[in-house]
């Protein structure tokens, strides 16, 4: 069971350049999520989905894309890069909405982007 | 505004000493998160808090909540190097149409002989 994978691990883009971040998760579970982390903050809500062919926007949406086309992936796109988007991406999923549930997110091992 | 003070920011600690995490929110909320963080790593979950006193226990880390004074700690008895890591609080809040974790800044932890 491998749970919530991210790949790439690694990027180094220049600014400018487009990429797309792919999650995947293997719970069948219905909301995934798109984080970033930046050094001494704590994680930051870029995007999320509630389910398949939805998505909405978190804290920090602004230039990011995202599609969820099937419900195991999460896709987190960046148009045209910008060096303060270099950070660490955490992709999570959990099987329902917080509210009704004492059940964390599952979070992936994280891509490291750094733009120049 | 919707924020979650943790201190300290770092921690150095000795092997065999006690000492607490505190995570201060600023809002209503009756959900705690508590997760770790290994360098490099992922976030792994530790504990969630769900009413006021919770306390919850998992080998040398305890956890509490106290929502009316809109605080959480996270305690560390005899501490071991291998519990060096980042720790991250976290509250649940409905905010913007949406449910949402929001985090603190996390609290470093270094244990040393």
């Known amino acids: 069971n491998a749970g919530v994978t991210q790949t790439p691990k690694f990027r180094v883009l220049k600014t400018g350049q487009s990429m797309t971040l792919l999650c995947a998760q293997d719970m069948n579970h219905e909301y995934m999520y798109w984080y970033r982390q930046d050094p001494g903050m704590g994680l930051r809500l870029i995007h999320y989905s509630v389910g398949e062919g939805t998505t909405a926007k978190g804290e920090v949406p602004d230039g990011y894309n995202v599609s969820r086309l099937k419900k195991q992936n999460f896709l987190l796109g960046l148009e045209s890069a910008a060096p303060s988007q270099t950070s660490v991406y955490f992709c999570?999923?959990?099987?329902?909405?917080?509210?009704?549930?004492?059940?964390?997110?599952?979070f992936g091992d994280g891509t490291r982007l750094s733009i120049l | 505004e919707l924020k979650v003070e943790q201190n300290p920011l770092f921690l150095s600690m000795q092997e065999g000493k006690n000492y607490t995490i505190y995570c201060n929110y600023s809002?209503?909320?009756?959900?705690l998160y508590w997760y770790r963080q290994d360098p490099g790593k992922s976030l792994e979950s530790l504990f969630v808090?769900?009413?006021?006193?919770a306390v919850k226990q998992e080998g040398r880390l305890m956890a509490s909540l106290d929502t009316k004074a809109r605080l959480s700690t996270l305690h560390i008895t005899a501490a071991v190097h291998d519990l060096s890591a980042t720790y991250f609080c976290?509250?649940?809040?409905?905010?913007?149409?949406?449910?949402?974790?929001?985090f603190g800044a996390g609290t470093r932890l270094a244990v040393h002989p």
């Open positions: 808090l769900l009413s006021n006193g």
């Open positions: 976290a509250f649940l809040t409905y905010s913007g149409g949406y449910n949402k974790l929001i």
């Open positions: 999570a999923s959990s099987y329902s909405t917080f509210w009704d549930s004492n059940q964390p997110q599952h």
């Open positions: 809002t209503t909320s009756d959900r």
